[in-house]
Antibody, heavy 122, light 111 residues
Framework: QLQLQESGSGLVKPSQTLSLNCAVS??????????WSWIRQPPGKGLEWIGC???????SYNPSLKSRVTISVDRPKNLFSLKLNSVSAADTAVYYCARSGEIKYDLFFDMWGQGTMVTVSS | QSVLAQPPSASGTPGQRVTISCSGS????????VYWYQQLPGTAPKLLIYRNNQRPSGVPDRFSGSKSGTSASLAINWLRSEDEADYYCAAWDDGLSGRVLFGGGTKLTVL
C-alpha cells in the first residue's frame, strides 16, 4: 500500500524559505503513470494547489505562486520536495503532498499524506 | 473567492439524497474533467469522484458525479451520519499558464 509522509520545518520566519519533503513508501516514485503534487490548506479555509512534478521531471506550478516555488524529486531517496521562498503569514497552512494524475488535464489526487502544519512567524 | 463556486453549506437527514453543486466556466469545468474530494474533520482529503463520474475502488455507489456544460454536481444517496464532512470540487483551468482549481468547499451536515 503506497504511503506518503511529509516532513520539514514546522515554523518558518517571514522572508525565509519553507522546505518540505514527502517520502514515498510502498512503491517507487519513478514508476510511470503519475505525477507528484503539493497542496496546502490555510487554517479553516479551502484547498490550494501549489504545483506538481511529472514523471519526466518537468513541473507545473500555480501561477499565483510560481515565482516563489520549486518542486524537485530525489529518485534514489524516493522522495519529492517543496521549497517556497520569501514566505509571509499568508503562507501559514497545512501542507499536503499527494500522488496525482499523469497529465495536467487529468490531475486527480488519489493518495495523500497526512499533512504537516507550517506556521510563518517571527 | 474561488473560481469554482460551491454553496458553503448543505444539510440532510439520514436516508435522504443530497446534491452539491459546483459552477465554473468554459476554461475549467466546460473543457476539463471534474473531481470531487471528501475531507472528514482533521484528516486529509480523499478522492471521491474522478473524470466527472468515476468512483475509485472502495467508494460506495451512494456517491455519484455528473457534469453538464460549465457545472457539475455531486449526489449522495441514502445519507449517513459518517458522510458529514467538507466536500470540494476541482478541475484543471486552461487560463494563464494552467492550474488546478478547487472550489471553496461545502460543509455537509447530517441532521
Amino acid at each position: 500500500q503506497l504511503q506518503l509522509q511529509e516532513s520539514g520545518s514546522g515554523l518558518v520566519k517571514p522572508s525565509q524559505t519553507l522546505s518540505l519533503n514527502c517520502a514515498v513508501s510502498g512503491g517507487s516514485i519513478s514508476s510511470g503513470g503519475y505525477s507528484w503534487s503539493w497542496i496546502r490548506q490555510p487554517p479553516g479555509k479551502g484547498l490550494e494547489w501549489i504545483g506538481c512534478i511529472y514523471h519526466s521531471g518537468s513541473t507545473s506550478y500555480n501561477p499565483s505562486l510560481k515565482s516563489r516555488v520549486t518542486i524537485s524529486v530525489d529518485r534514489p531517496k524516493n522522495l519529492f520536495s517543496l521549497k517556497l521562498n520569501s514566505v509571509s503569514a499568508a503562507d501559514t497552512a497545512v501542507y499536503y503532498c499527494a500522488r496525482s494524475g499523469e497529465i495536467k488535464y487529468d490531475l486527480f489526487f488519489d493518495m495523500w499524506g497526512q499533512g504537516t502544519m507550517v506556521t510563518v512567524s517571527s | 473567492q474561488s473560481v469554482l463556486a460551491q454553496p458553503p453549506s448543505a444539510s440532510g437527514t439520514p436516508g435522504q439524497r443530497v446534491t452539491i453543486s459546483c459552477s465554473g466556466s468554459s476554461s475549467n469545468i466546460g473543457s476539463n474533467y471534474v473531481y470531487w474530494y471528501q475531507q472528514l474533520p482533521g484528516t486529509a482529503p480523499k478522492l471521491l469522484i474522478y473524470r466527472n463520474n468515476q468512483r475509485p475502488s472502495g467508494v460506495p455507489d451512494r456517491f455519484s458525479g455528473s457534469k453538464s456544460g460549465t457545472s457539475a454536481s455531486l449526489a449522495i444517496n441514502w445519507l449517513r451520519s459518517e458522510d458529514e464532512a467538507d466536500y470540494y470540487c476541482a478541475a484543471w483551468d486552461d487560463g494563464l499558464s494552467g492550474r488546478v482549481l478547487f472550489g471553496g468547499g461545502t460543509k455537509l451536515t447530517v441532521l
